[in-house]
């Protein structure tokens, strides 16, 4: 069936209401509206307020409420409206979402979702374009995973939702609205393992949510420069899949990491540190980064220079020592 | 609801004046049977034993830390009396006495503090969440699960503590918000002792008392003499009983006093004078409730020595615990991350295992 990523989203959220009665889903305008994204359209008329409903309009509340609830035995799956604005209740994901279980030496456990839709895009006003990886992904006790297709929209999120554990589910916004095929039966790999979405010889980029796209696009027009390049979506941010990404890089020797989040101090650092230890020997070049720029996320229309895009990923890639020029860092 | 249902007493409920003689602003409420209130003094006596306890333990650097509760007992045991096995209490740092009346061993309860373990019990027998450090956090947690434990139709409330300071933070808004939006069975319960570390409470809320701020969410809100054992007793009865009979939550402040530092690691003489401490000194909980037992001859000489020696042996108990050290395994930091280690976790602790071997 020909579906969007937001369709999907909904399709895994009634197959879980369904198949699981101790799963919630709730947060703001989720009811009635069907949220501000229409993730959860209907499903409120057709599951019962009991089952998903509206909250009070305050983030750190609705990720604390949901914390007890999950101790109290359900299964929370909670809606931030936007990305910058679950900042308010930073406070409770990372101090107590994501340690409860190791606090309390296994005793409780925090089996909860929380969906981000998250990075730009979309021409969306200031504090809804965010890319907020990279705080998540640094929080032990929590798993962060990001949906690339929407087969992979379906399959994280029901996968999310059985987890033991809290999951960050960061929805890329920019492609909520993308269809293609896609069957409400579990295809894909297991949620903490990346995929090679396309194979190459050349080159491994390396990219996630809603660059996933735009990998796959500048595979298609690498082949004009003579490069033949395998795109690897990781799908899982943490933990992360080194053995995926590993064996794609020895096979090609040369990786570029692609993301939309400012660079500085960027998960992408994090993958290049991991593939540089374990792939160094089979590097033809170093691992290089098209990240946004180190910048407040800017207003729509200057957005088109921030992101990464075809343009961008090709010239990384040209720098990629393809003879004997040397790398120039952080160009 | 009406506001002046919800509206707290315009005095703190008091059954027992500071001499121990009988006050008469107990209001509404009913004064707790005798064999309560004689267990909630035994409970005092002991509590106030393990904060002295605790308190030189932190000197001999047995622990790392301790917030003394000293003259907070009648909240700190009221909050535990109040409750059923089933019930939830959610405590803070400062809660460990409630802890011990709920009937923790000793070495549960002091594990946080000297460092061994976040939460030295297990929350889901004991029906105590793991003592909370950030403010007014666990407030959101209480109401959470109050609300599950409504929903699944469980006969079940959670009370959850919290001092004067936090309640100026956002959660404690947004949890008595909640709370009272989905009729929550939750009591949240406010000690206040005056003070936020260093800070007043005249610096803290412009309210004149903490109780007020309930009216605002729609809920039920009460102010109770916090030195007053029997008043705070017979109002957290009636709160819990308010929440259990799915009224809603109630929100409790209590008026009291913290006696010792913020910590033993503060020095409260930068902040507060002497002559206040002495003040309160006098509206010691303890002595009160004594001396209005004995008087109603409820409670004798005999039984008081008594409570006093068995007391003295739980600070025997306390001592032995914390004198013996455990051996904590380094390999276990890696417990209990997620459900099932990580690959990445689980190549770590194989690291450290080999330095350990090393
Ligand atoms: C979110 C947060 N901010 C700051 C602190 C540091 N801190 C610990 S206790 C405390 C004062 C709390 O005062 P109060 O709520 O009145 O409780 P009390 O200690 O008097 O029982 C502060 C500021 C903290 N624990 N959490």
């Known amino acids: ?331 | 609801m009406a506001a002046e249902t919800l509206l707290p007493s315009a005095a703190p409920v008091r059954f027992v004046a500071e001499d121990g003689s009988r006050a008469d602003r107990g209001g509404e409420y009913g004064e707790p049977a005798e064999a309560r209130l004689k267990e909630a003094y035994r409970l005092m006596v002991l509590g106030r034993r393990f904060d002295v306890q605790a308190t030189a333990l932190t000197k001999q650097g047995r622990l790392a830390v301790y917030p003394s509760s000293a003259g907070q007992e009648a909240c700190q045991v009221a909050a535990a009396l109040a409750l059923e096995a089933n019930d939830w209490l959610f405590p803070t740092y400062r809660d460990s006495v409630a802890l011990v009346a709920r009937g923790l061993k000793p070495g549960e309860v002091l594990t946080l503090l000297r460092g061994d373990a976040h939460c030295g019990y297990n929350p889901v027998e004991t029906r105590v969440a793991p003592q909370c450090t950030p403010l007014a956090t666990q407030t959101l947690h209480a109401a959470g699960l109050a609300h599950a434990m409504q929903r699944r139709g469980e006969d079940a409330v959670a009370l959850a503590l919290i001092g004067d300071g936090a309640t100026s933070e956002g959660d404690f808004h947004e949890a008595l918000n909640f709370a009272a939006v989905f009729k929550a069975p939750v009591v949240f319960f406010v000690q206040n002792n005056r003070f936020a570390i260093s800070v007043p409470f005249e610096k803290q809320s412009a309210a004149e008392a903490l109780a007020y701020k309930g009216i605002g969410y729609g809920m039920r809100s009460e102010q109770v003499d916090g030195n007053d054992a029997v008043a705070v007793l017979a109002v957290l009865d009636d709160a819990v009983k308010h929440a259990r009979e799915g009224k809603g939550p109630v929100l409790v402040e209590a008026h009291t006093y913290r006696i010792d530092a913020h910590t033993n690691a503060d020095d409260a003489t930068r902040y507060r004078d002497a002559g206040e401490v002495a003040k309160w000194r006098e509206a010691d909980p303890l002595k009160r409730l004594e001396t209005y037992l004995k008087s109603r001859e409820s409670l004798t000489d005999s039984e008081i020595e008594q409570f006093a020696a068995d007391a003295e042996v739980y600070a025997q108990s306390v001592r032995d615990t914390l004198n013996a050290e455990p051996e904590l395994d380094p390999l276990s930091l890696f417990d209990h991350v997620y459900a099932e280690p990580t690959r990445q976790l689980a190549a770590q602790r194989a690291a450290l295992a080999a330095e350990l071997e090393a």
């Open chain 1, 1 to 331: 069936m020909t579906t969007t990523m937001a369709q999907a989203l909904n399709a895994a959220l009634r197959d879980a209401l369904k198949d699981d009665d101790r799963v919630l889903v709730f947060g703001e305008d989720v009811g009635t509206l069907g949220g501000v994204f229409r993730v959860t359209d209907g499903i409120t008329a057709d599951f019962g307020e009991d089952r998903c409903f509206d909250t009070p309009l305050a983030e750190s509340g609705i990720v604390g409420f949901a914390l007890g609830m999950a101790m109290g035995g359900f299964r929370p799956v909670v809606e931030m409206q936007f990305d910058a604005f679950a900042y308010p209740a930073f406070e409770q994901i990372t101090s107590h979402v994501a340690k409860l279980r190791n606090r309390t030496r296994g005793a409780l456990e925090v089996p909860m979702v929380i969906r981000v839709p998250y990075a730009g895009g979309i021409g969306g006003v200031e504090h809804h374009c965010d890319s907020s990886e990279a705080y998540y992904t640094h929080t032990p006790g929590l798993r962060v995973v990001t949906p690339g297709t929407a087969q992979d929209a379906y399959d994280l999120l029901r996968d999310a939702i059985e987890s033991p554990d809290p999951v960050i589910f960061l929805e890329p916004k920019c492609r909520y609205w993308s269809s293609e095929e896609v069957t409400f039966t579990r295809t894909g790999a297991p949620m903490d393992r990346a995929v090679v979405r396309r194979p190459g010889k050349d080159v491994t980029l390396i990219a996630y949510g809603p660059m996933v796209a735009t990998a796959l696009e500048t595979a298609e027009a690498a082949k004009d420069e003579g490069w033949d390049v395998e795109v690897v979506d990781l799908r899982s941010l943490s933990p992360f899949d080194d053995e995926t990404v590993t064996a794609s890089v020895r096979r090609t020797g040369r990786a570029v990491v692609v993301h939309e989040a400012a660079g500085f101090g960027g998960y992408g650092a994090e993958v290049v540190a991991r593939v540089t230890e374990q792939c160094f020997h089979q590097l033809h070049a170093p691992v290089l980064r098209v990240t946004g720029l180190d910048i407040p996320y800017p207003a729509p229309k200057l957005e088109r220079h921030m992101l990464p895009d075809v343009d961008r990923i090709l010239d990384t890639i040209a720098r990629l020592q393809w003879d004997d020029t040397p790398v120039v860092a952080g160009a």
